[in-house]
Nanobody, 125 residues
Framework: QVQLVESGGGLVQAGGSLRLSCAAS????????MGWFRQAPGKEREFVAA????????NLANSVKDRFTISRDNAKNTVYLQMNSLKPEDTAVYYC??????????????????WGQGTQVTVSS
């Protein structure tokens, strides 16, 4: 069973940057696509980015495509979300999860599993 732990959230001013990390346990990490989602108060959880098991293929939401980058280091069992040019509307709890069929095209939270506990990102204006 893969367990996921996010870190790296915090408070940042608009225009600033943060890098989130998601550390995974287990030997099968590289076989799964990994995704980042976020959920703001009163809103549904929304897709942010996904990356294939090999790290070659990525998929990013249109709202973050020009500002965020997803990457992974399979030797460290870790996936990253580099967030630049942050905006107040990026404020949310950010979660990572795995896509058990290595499908980066999946953007529905229901297609992901083994959710981490989340890390809060707050962007002040």
């Amino acid at each position: 069973q893969v367990q996921l732990v996010e870190s790296g959230g915090g408070l940042v001013q608009a225009g600033g940057s943060l890098r989130l990390s998601c550390a995974a346990s287990g030997r099968t990490f590289r076989t799964y696509a990994m995704g980042w989602f976020r959920q703001a108060p009163g809103k549904e959880r929304e897709f942010v980015a996904a990356i294939s098991g090999s790290g070659v293929v990525t998929n990013l939401a249109n709202s973050v495509k020009d500002r965020f980058t997803i990457s992974r280091d399979n030797a460290k069992n870790t996936v990253y979300l580099q967030m630049n040019s942050l905006k107040p509307e990026d404020t949310a709890v950010y979660y990572c999860a795995l896509q058990p069929f290595n499908r980066v095209v999946e953007t529905s939270p229901r297609q992901y599993a083994n959710w981490g506990q989340g890390t809060q990102v707050t962007v002040s204006s």
